[in-house]
């Protein structure tokens, strides 16, 4: 029998009194009092306990602001964007509307918005590895995204380590070995060049564990090391088959494929043009948890690092090639692809490139003929050869 049924009857059954009743069961008279007068207004419901909830809520955050918060929630995942409490805060602030995160959390828990996820480790056992200063280190590498025919593109990006800023996102049939260095040249355009680069090991950005690449043979490296070198930029390479060390230009795959997968593209050009507005986006509106909440467009205002130019101006590489259709090979120089002439009737000749300063001297693999010999002009893009 429920404790406010019996007290009831002590008084209406057995004829105690108040005070009887109270000091009989250890309570206080005056719910003694207040029960009876109760069941005498409402019978037998009085015997049930009454919720102890405040008949108002004056902080209660307001119906119109909750119904705001799973709309954005909504409107967020449909669109294949983060929706978590943080990235709905920024887009409220953006309202005039101030909501805490813990507030967030709770009205999408209370809204069965959230799928708890135990098996994730805490993030107070993460190790963080991050540069500090902007363009100290950037990150670069590539991913397969298809088009809706099914057509398979590659899309590359440039990363800032310190501010997650994401300097470069293009889409490309097929990233190469010029399609890095052309990209790492217009984004270093535009932001400054970075003190160092860390990438994986794909033969688009090193030669290194290739045979007579770079640290084996000849050491000549290709397009994009030789870039590298000469402007004194340290070249960083993850350990095989060890992708958590590039994990954030990785991690932003996975962010970014949540959104394409929303805005499926027909084109390549229609493909750009969503990278274009999701990259906007990622750096001016999200904010980011690696970086305090901030964006990354914020936090890649701090003063920026640069890297330090060799002490030997003198430029010595051996490289090796073949002559293209046209009678010529192509030759990254000071920062610049050099197109050295060496005549058609040579079409498809392996040969080694010799590189003293600005003096090229071109030599038959086969045979050790001397082809050509070229002094380099950085401010043109055809040389001529010498003679």
Not at 85 to 95: G, Q, W
Request: glycine content about 8%; overall charge positive; aromatic content about 6%.
């Amino acid at each position: 029998m429920a404790k406010y049924e019996i007290l009831i009857k002590a008084v209406i059954v057995q004829g105690m009194t108040y005070g009887e009743a109270a000091a009989h069961y250890g309570v206080s008279k005056t719910l003694v009092h207040k029960l009876h007068h109760r069941w005498l207004e409402e019978g037998d419901a009085a015997f049930e306990p009454r919720s102890r909830r405040p008949t108002t809520t004056p902080n209660r955050t307001p119906d119109p602001i909750r119904e705001r918060v799973i709309e954005l929630r909504e409107e967020l995942t449909t669109h294949g964007l983060d929706a978590g409490a943080d990235t709905i805060a920024e887009h409220l602030a953006r309202e005039r509307i101030t909501l805490s995160r813990t507030t967030i959390w709770r009205i999408l828990t209370a809204n069965d918005k959230v799928t708890a996820q135990p098996q994730k480790r805490p993030r107070s056992s993460w190790r963080r590895f991050t540069a500090d200063r902007p363009n100290e280190l950037w990150q670069s590498d590539f991913t397969h995204v298809p088009l809706t025919d099914g057509t398979d593109t590659e899309v590359i990006g440039w990363i800032d380590d310190n501010s997650r800023k994401m300097l470069h996102l293009t889409a490309h049939r097929r990233v190469t070995g010029r399609v890095v260095t052309d990209t790492f040249t217009t984004t270093a355009a535009e932001h400054g060049h970075p003190a160092a680069t860390l990438t994986d090991n794909g033969m688009v950005y090193t030669t290194r564990l290739a045979r007579g690449g770079r640290g084996r043979g000849d050491g000549a490296g290709n397009g994009f090391e030789t870039l590298l070198a000469d402007l004194g930029i340290t070249q960083k390479n993850g350990k095989p088959f060890k992708p958590t060390t590039q994990g954030k230009i990785e991690r932003f795959w996975q962010t970014l494929k949540k959104y394409l997968d929303a805005h499926p593209a027909e084109s390549l050009p229609e493909l750009q043009s969503t990278l274009d507005t999701f990259r906007d986006y990622y750096n001016t509106v999200r904010p980011h948890r690696g970086i305090g909440r901030k964006t990354p467009d914020f936090a890649y205002t701090l003063p920026k690092a640069t890297p330090t130019k060799p002490t030997d101006k003198n430029v010595w590489r051996v490289r090796y090639d073949t002559i293209d259709n046209d009678g010529k090979i192509t030759l990254r120089h000071t920062g610049r692809l050099l197109h050295l002439g060496i005549g058609r009737a040579h079409t498809r000749t392996e040969i080694i490139c010799l590189v003293h300063n600005n003096n090229a001297t071109v030599i038959a693999l086969n045979t050790g003929e001397l082809l050509a010999e070229f002094t380099l002009n950085p401010e043109k893009n055809y040389q001529r050869k010498n003679g």
